[in-house]
């Protein structure tokens, strides 16, 4: 009788290639330690800033005897929790094919088990593997393992030493993996019993931070139900959890939602300075707390399931139904969330490597719904701003007539006859110059809306282009991977160079799709208080991909103290943005630098005002008459739009400022000098 063999290559392929991120191998280990009914699980990193240190995964659970080893821990491919009967302690366990484990203890050359099983109590065993076994092994089962008893006086658990570790954990990696843990079983939700925690100084700056919650700045509050039927019901709360707008299940869906039953949670947040004044939490405080565990993450059956809700996914595309709506919708920035399924029947599956679950109808229905209660509070949102806003046009034309009756009746009512003529002749010549002024304004609205349509595409464009993006990071690792098993020392010579220019291409292009995204946020239309520098400091961060690739050298000189204007940070940042763009494009004309470009952004405190120079040395003003440049649709650049001045001019007159240009100022090229009054402290 024959069977099938398998290779020791084969635990190659099922491990570190199905899951190719150490931090993650660690997570399904410590996913173990959860089913197992622990209350308490550490992971320790040794010595792994460098090559050859040691990982221990420790916990309290229900450990294992002899059968729950042989029958389970060194099984692969098939899982005892396929039942999912729950746990003593009502967990249904996560459950998977013994991949994650494989990938985490390959990630040593020698693993140390030791377990103390609950049902026998004084007993420890203990299992030792030596993968330099394997690479000497025919087939996978010409290894055997010795399973040692011992007594001992510890108490019930596991420990599993990984040694001489194959990768080092910088700063950043320990980082990754702090936040991983932090947020693997629901970090706002305190009747979780289960806290993994990481033995390292970044954890404990991080749990300080993530614990420290700012729940109550947020403006809204939506939570959502979806029950075992298929029925779900939302509603949306103020900051002071005051009931702002419900909805029952015909209101989100005309259909019932075939998944899981399911919790979704989340928090929205107006992150700009203004809007922080009176609030305990500082605008910085909550941005940062944000930016760590912000987004929307899924738990399945109490842990989170990777990507959903990482830096970057946006599984419920809320970014991209912002881009139509930046008005009444949230970014994945500016949010936190929770979506919480339970999922007792198995309707969600996870995919083989761990990452996200099997886009089957269940999945799908759970996202819809998630998806439908987003847009239904998008929806009353819209329509509760739209009702304000056509209250505030009535209520404006209604006053414009009303004036216009009182004047006349104070003419009839106080002036002699004789002098009534001049005054109405007067009143009809202001009537008509402000019919002008409105047509003008008319004209100005068109072109705006003209403006926020492409950036609203654009927006969207920018989001749609990070799935490429992505794409192409995977594709440069996978070549990376390949290349240094296929060619070894030779890889270095060969492809290292143009692998790491491809994952320069990507993180461009991912900085380029955020770039719309960023100047399109509605807070930042709010009227308050502005800090000059800081929106020179986010607008210069956001450039700074444009000018690495056309070789720009750019300096910043900011005058001591923190020089504030009153207006939004949308005007100041269009002003900015436009004449940076502008000095980018002055360097592509012909016959400009390739070497030695410069540009200098200067800040100057002048009486009153605040002033702002953008010099470069570039070729300068040159085939236009210099007071034509602030014309809509007057521009020397072929393909031009002619607009970015004239946006420029519109938003500083707005801003209550003045300026000007120079065709060739200090560093030979175009100069623009703005000044803005001041708002003093």
Known sequence: ??????????????????????????????????????????????????????????????????????????????????????????????????????????????????????????????????????????????????????????????????????????????????????????????????????????????????????????????????????????????????????????????????????????WVFLLNPQNFSAKNASFGEVRDWLAEVGNVHLYHRGLRVKPYGDQGDDWLRI???????????????TVIGRVIANDPDDFLIQKTDRLGFLENESFLELRRFAIDVLDWMAKVRLKETEKKREQVKQESSSDVENAKISLNEVIEAKLPEESRTIVRKVVRQYESARERETKVLREDLQLYRSLATAGTTAAVFAHESGKPVTLIDKIAKRIENKGKELLGEQY????????????????????????????????????????VHSVIEDIFELFKPFFNDGKVEVKMIKVDGKPCIRGSTALLEAIITNLLTNTINAFNVEGAFTKGRQVIICTEILGDYVRLKVSDNALGISDIELGEIWLPGRTTRPGGTGLGLTIVKDSVSDLGGKVQAIANGELGGAEFIVEIPLVRG
């Open 319 to 333: 970014n991209l139904a912002r881009s139509r709506n930046p008005e009444v919708r949230p970014s994945t920035s």
């Open 1 to 266: 009788m024959m069977h099938f063999k398998f290779s020791p290559n084969i635990l190659n392929r099922l491990g570190e290639e199905l899951i190719p991120n150490p931090d993650q191998g660690i997570i399904e280990l410590v996913k173990n330690s959860y089913d197992a009914d622990a209350t308490e699980c550490t992971v320790e990193l040794v010595n792994t800033n460098a090559i050859g240190g040691s990982l221990i995964i420790s916990d309290n659970g229900v450990g294992m005897d002899i059968s729950a080893i042989s029958e389970g821990w060194l099984v692969l491919g098939r899982s005892k929790k396929a039942a999912r009967e729950p746990t003593p302690l009502g967990r249904l366990p996560v459950g998977d094919k013994g991949l994650g484990r494989l990938a985490a203890l390959r990630q040593g050359s020698q693993v140390n088990l030791k377990t103390r099983p609950k049902n026998e109590p004084g007993i420890e065993y203990s299992l030792s593997i030596n993968w330099h076994d394997f690479e000497q092994a025919y087939v996978v089962e010409d290894i055997s393992f010795d399973v040692e008893k011992s007594s001992t006086e510890r108490g019930q658990g596991t420990e599993i030493i990984i040694r001489d570790l194959s990768i080092k954990f910088g700063r950043r990696e320990v980082k990754r993996l702090a936040r991983e843990l932090l947020i693997l079983a629901d970090p706002f939700d305190n009747h979780v019993a289960f806290r993994p925690r990481l033995i390292a100084p970044e954890f404990v700056d991080l749990e300080k931070k993530v614990n420290k919650a700012y729940f109550e700045d947020a403006e809204l509050h939506l939570k959502a139900h979806l029950d075992t039927n298929g029925f779900a019901e939302a509603s949306v709360l103020d900051w002071k959890e005051s009931l702002l707008f419900h909805a029952e299940h015909h209101e989100l869906s005309k259909e019932v939602y075939r998944t899981a039953p399911a919790e979704f949670e989340l």
């Open 492 to 531: 270095k010579n060969s492809l290292e160079k143009p692998v790491a220019m491809l994952y320069q291409v990507g993180t461009s292009l991912l900085r380029f799709s955020k770039f719309p995204l960023h100047l399109l946020k509605r807070e930042k239309r709010r009227t308050g208080v502005v800090d």
